[in-house]
């Protein structure tokens, strides 16, 4: 008891309610994840029996997203989101890191079309005025027409103050490209409902209109990221309310060249995080591989 009640203390636990036990918080979700969950993997069989679906699917695109959508819905009992792999559709016209003060700037983006982007970027060191002005120059000269994946390797290739402006402005880019997709595939948003934090209907309602809102829902996917890589957003870390109540398991698919996709899925925030990561990221893993078997890669 003593145990609970600290862990309590520290935020990992909470008690809603006077007659109920204590349940996670979304930190102490997020400390299980990182701190204390087993392997997240699927089973060998498990592994086998979906290999053998993709397999047996058609050579089209629309299938295996279709596919991949209904095999992570009904692996992990959640509702599963699923975008197209899609070439990165903007280049680099312009940049400038305009400062605000010593620690933050304004990076603003002219892509090609005309659209212009901006993102506040805080600084992890102070930068003077001439110092962004000169790294200004410099990215303008080095990455004129560069796509997000190309202004990305140029972040890992760079050091400090000039890293971070460029990762930034890559997500920037990266952000602008997903806004721009529209086909989402779904699978399992019935298994949302049937939960019972879901009872509420107007709780229910807004999720639904999230997930019904593509645009919305496609901004929402993360940049940034790696190949093999999972990223996890759990209830007070989503920026929208209806979300809230609710954990995000993405993964970042594709070819080597820019083609990317994500599939991911959605739930309550008391999911199998270990099973769902494990199921995200090996279907994640399948469509990688087609995809780069088509593209060449």
Aim: charged fraction near 25%; hydrophobic fraction near 45%; proline fraction near 4%.
């Amino acid at each position: 008891r003593n145990e609970l009640a600290q862990l309590e203390d520290l935020g990992l636990l909470t008690h809603p309610h006077t007659s109920a036990g204590r349940v996670p918080t979304d930190l102490g979700y997020r400390y299980f994840i990182e701190s204390l969950m087993p392997e997240a993997a699927l089973r060998p069989d498990e592994q086998v029996t979906v290999s053998h679906q993709f397999q047996q699917a058609q050579r089209d695109t629309a299938e295996w997203l279709r596919l991949a959508a209904s095999i992570l819905a009904r692996l992990t009992a959640e509702a599963s989101i699923v975008t197209p792999p899609a070439a990165p559709l903007s280049s680099l016209r312009h940049v400038e890191a305009v400062p605000i003060n010593e620690r933050r700037c304004l990076l603003v983006a002219v892509l090609d079309g005309g659209t212009v982007r901006q993102q506040l970027v805080e600084l992890r060191s102070p930068a003077t005025v001439e110092e962004l002005r000169v790294l200004s120059s410099t990215l303008n000269a080095a990455l004129a027409g560069a796509d997000a994946t190309r202004i990305r390797a140029h972040a890992g290739q760079a050091a400090g103050l000039a890293a971070d402006i460029a990762r930034a402005l890559a997500g920037l880019v990266e952000e602008h490209d997903a806004a721009r997709v529209r086909d989402v595939y779904y699978d399992g948003v019935q298994n949302i409902f049937a939960q019972p934090e879901f009872v509420e209907s107007e709780r229910a309602r807004e999720l639904l209109g999230i997930l019904e809102d593509r645009t919305l829902l496609v901004s929402l996917l993360p940049s940034g990221l790696g190949d093999g890589e999972v990223r996890v957003a759990i209830g007070v870390e989503h920026q929208h309310e209806p979300l809230r109540g609710c954990s995000l398991v993405v993964a970042r698919y594709g070819a080597k060249a820019g083609v990317v996709g994500y599939i991911g899925i959605v739930g309550p925030t008391r999911m199998d995080y270990a099973r769902s990561i494990g199921a995200v990221r090996y279907v994640g893993t399948l469509m990688t591989d087609l995809v780069r078997a088509v593209e060449g890669d």
